[in-house]
């Protein structure tokens, strides 16, 4: 299975989120061989619903997975897996940093 196919996600319903909820995403880079990392970019996004998403597996496997939808600054709609596809290089080229992307929902803040 390839990192495209991995990333083959499919939304099986939505609803919409309460104001206030956001979702932090970090781009991560790791240098090959060692243990040096560091962060690519750092966004806040506002959350404006929650989507059950069918996720593939590295192992060929699919479950159901609740993900956040939000608002990038690009003004387009994505859910954390088409996110995470986008920007992740997982299998990079000889001598490029291997990309990932982590995600931290943030609830609204008490008034």
Same mark, same amino acid.
């Given at each position: 299975m390839t990192d495209?196919?991995?990333?083959e996600n499919e939304i099986l319903s939505m609803t919409t989120a309460q104001p206030g909820w956001t979702v932090r995403a970090v781009i991560n880079a790791?240098? !090959?061989g060692t243990s040096e990392r560091w962060v690519e970019e750092e966004d806040v996004f506002p959350v404006v619903g929650w989507a059950v998403v069918a996720c593939r597996y590295r192992d060929g496997s699919v479950r159901s997975q609740?993900? !956040?939808v939000f608002v990038t600054s690009a003004g387009r709609l994505e859910h954390e897996?088409?996110?995470r596809w986008q920007y992740s290089e997982l299998e990079p080229?000889?001598?490029q940093p291997r990309i990932t992307v982590s995600f931290e929902i943030l609830a609204p803040s008490a008034a």
């Open positions: 495209d196919d991995r990333f790791h240098k !090959p609740v993900e !956040p897996s088409l996110y080229r000889a001598g």
